[in-house]
Structure formats: C-alpha cells, structure tokens
C-alpha cells in the first residue's frame, strides 16, 4: 500500500499565495515520478506539475510562471508553491506518485484531494 496525503489547501484572495505539500508512505522502494492535478467543477481533471526524482519539471502553460514544483526525496514529499492565484485557480487539487514498491510491483497512488479556493 501506498498513501499520499495533501495538506495547504485553503481559501484565498487573487492574487495571494498557497502552499500545498503532499506526502507519501507506505510500502515504497522508489518513487519515479510526483504530480499534482487539479479538477474544478464541471471539468475533468487536469495536470498541473510533474517532478521526477532527478527534479525535472513540467508545467500546464496556464500555471507557468506562478507556480513551482518542488520535492524532498528523502521523505518522499511533493510540495507546490502557487503564487499569483486567480479565481480560475479555484479546485480540488490531488497528488499523484507511481514508482515501485518494495515487492518489486508498480505502483501509481493518489490522495484524497485538498480544496483551493481562490476569491476575487
């Protein structure tokens, strides 16, 4: 099993800042690759970032610019700084991990989810 939880998720005014962190547990042996998604009412979900372990990043063109990736290998931690929010901004943003487990299987988990409100 492995558990991803996010934190940081909050309300805030446009043009404010939030920072959300995601962390994983259980039974990892390597994580490959972290991202978060992101689903606002009505839509599906879409990719916002991916970081892999050597720290290469990736980026919708809508959130370039203001928001960053980052990521804590050794307690296998995902964060995402988001500045210059805006109302469009506004969603449930979940975590995703896949990697291998220490049984050798692969594995692609995703948490709960945390809301991001972003008023005008």
């Known amino acids: 099993q492995v558990q991803l939880v996010e934190s940081g998720g909050g309300l805030v005014q446009a043009g404010g800042s939030l920072r959300l962190s995601c962390a994983a547990s259980?039974?990892?042996?390597?994580?490959?690759?972290m991202a978060w998604y992101r689903q606002a009412p009505g839509k599906q979900r879409d990719l916002v970032a991916t970081?892999?372990?050597?720290?290469?990043?990736n980026y919708a063109d809508s959130v370039k610019g203001r928001f960053t990736i980052s990521r804590d290998n050794a307690k296998n931690t995902v964060h995402l700084q988001m500045n210059s929010l805006k109302p469009e901004d506004t969603a449930v943003y979940a975590c995703?991990?896949?990697?291998?487990?220490?049984?050798?299987?692969?594995?692609?988990?995703w948490g709960q989810g945390t809301q991001v409100t972003v008023s005008s």
């Open positions: 995703n991990a896949r990697g291998t487990t220490i049984a050798t299987t692969g594995f692609s988990s």
């Open positions: 259980g039974s990892i042996f390597r994580i490959n690759a």
């Open positions: 970081i892999t372990s050597g720290g290469s990043t």
